[in-house]
């Protein structure tokens, strides 16, 4: 029987343990919090966004755009609805974005824990793994108090994106260890740190609009929905959609500007028309107030000062451009970009460097927008390196 060891109990490394574990192998799990699925608890907002039922290979992005699709393929959406579906976890779609029925992100961490402790997994809490060597035909997996002998090794740590405890940077270091090359870890699916200096003004402001990224002057992508105005800039799930491209384009010496329509339903022309059929309804109003019910009472002191001028209004409205200066901050990312380089990795996910150690999740270069699909990267990527590593007959 292989014997099979996983650093780092999310939600990638339970999948893994449980796929190895059901495949014959000898599964010990290492997790350094005090319980393992802690990052689980936080997803969806605490309700678990398992996947979604949109699968498509545009969805996955990496520095190697084919890579991501040859692992999902493998273990593709249906096996996921089929797994859970075993565990006891029924699921609702809202739009395609796949929860649990319970609307708890806690339900699906319990029903993995329960299913690798049924399947014998032995989980081992608070083990920080310092290394891995290879002695004697084995690996040793090293800890700040043991070390673990095993045929395998899977590495499942995530990233440090996230203030949720736990979060590290330890699947980097030891893939690096390892000679691997890791593309830097930036932050993704964030808030957007914005040039300007008059944010503070119009912060805890809400508004429905399109949002497109441009770099260097080139469009690499479109959303729709709401925007929110902070402190720092702009956030809201439109803006963390194409947060990755801001992200990198910007810490690789590019131009990167967010471009608001906050009045898309009009053509700059009728909204010109608006605003002068307002001016006229209300004579006796000022600047500001002749646009109170139109807009956020902060966006209109951003928007107006002295003068109201409707041309200018409508072009600020049909594009109001927020110059990026970076993501908001590490700990408030969902998750990262970059990691393992794909190109070290097979289609197994098995290292090509390493024989028989293994990468998976977030720790591999690759990332998904909001919606599920970092999740079905960890499930699937889980099951993938799982079932691998633990096949009779793949020897060190």
């Not at 824990?113 to 310092?130: D, G, M, W």
């Not at 002695?135 to 996230?162: H, N, R």
Request: net charge negative.
């Amino acid at each position: 029987m292989k014997k099979v060891v996983i650093i780092g109990g999310g939600a990638s490394g339970m999948m893994a343990a449980i796929q190895a574990a059901r495949t014959g192998a000898a599964v010990t799990l290492l997790e350094h919090n005090e319980k393992p699925g802690k990052k689980i608890l936080a997803t969806g907002n605490g309700r678990c966004n398992l996947t979604n039922l949109v699968q498509e290979p545009s969805r996955y992005r990496s520095s190697q755009p084919d890579f991501p699709w040859k692992i999902i393929t493998q273990y593709p959406l249906e096996d996921t609805l089929a797994f859970f579906s075993e565990l006891g976890i029924y699921t609702k779609n809202r739009n395609g974005w796949v929860y649990p029925y319970s609307d708890q992100a806690a339900g699906v961490a319990q029903v993995l824990e329960l299913e690798a402790r049924h399947q014998k997994v032995k989980i081992k809490t608070t083990e920080e793994v310092t290394d891995i060597l290879r002695e004697d035909g084995q690996y040793l997996v090293k800890t700040a108090t043991w070390q673990y002998p095993c045929d395998s090794v899977i590495i499942s740590c995530g990233s440090s994106a996230s203030n949720v405890e736990g979060s590290s940077t330890t699947g980097y270091e030891l893939a690096e260890k390892l000679g691997h090359t890791v593309v830097k870890p930036l932050p993704s699916l964030c808030g957007i740190r914005g040039k300007d200096n008059y944010y503070a003004k119009w912060a805890g402001s809400r508004m429905d609009g399109r949002i497109t990224l441009e770099i260097d002057g080139e469009t690499v992508g479109e959303e729709q929905g709401e925007i929110l105005f902070t402190e720092y800039g702009i956030s809201g799930i439109g803006v963390f959609q194409l947060s990755r491209y801001a992200v990198r384009g910007t810490d690789e010496g590019k131009i990167a500007t967010y471009h608001l329509d906050l009045m898309p339903q009009l053509t700059k022309e009728e909204l010109v028309k608006l605003l002068l059929d307002r001016q006229q309804a209300g004579s006796y109003k000022n600047p500001q107030e002749l646009l109170i019910g139109l807009l956020p009472r902060k966006m209109i002191d951003v928007l107006v000062k002295k003068t109201y001028e409707p041309e200018k209004i409508a072009e600020r409205l049909k594009d109001w451009q927020v110059p990026v200066k970076g993501a908001y901050a590490l700990q408030q990312a969902q998750i990262c970009s970059g990691g393992v380089d794909p190109r070290e990795l097979t289609e197994q996910l098995e290292s090509r460097l390493h024989p028989s150690i293994y990468f998976t999740g977030e720790v591999i270069d690759v990332d998904g927008p909001c919606g599920g699909y970092n999740l079905q990267w960890a499930w699937s990527s889980g099951a993938v390196a799982g079932r691998a590593a633990a096949e009779e007959g793949r020897a060190l």
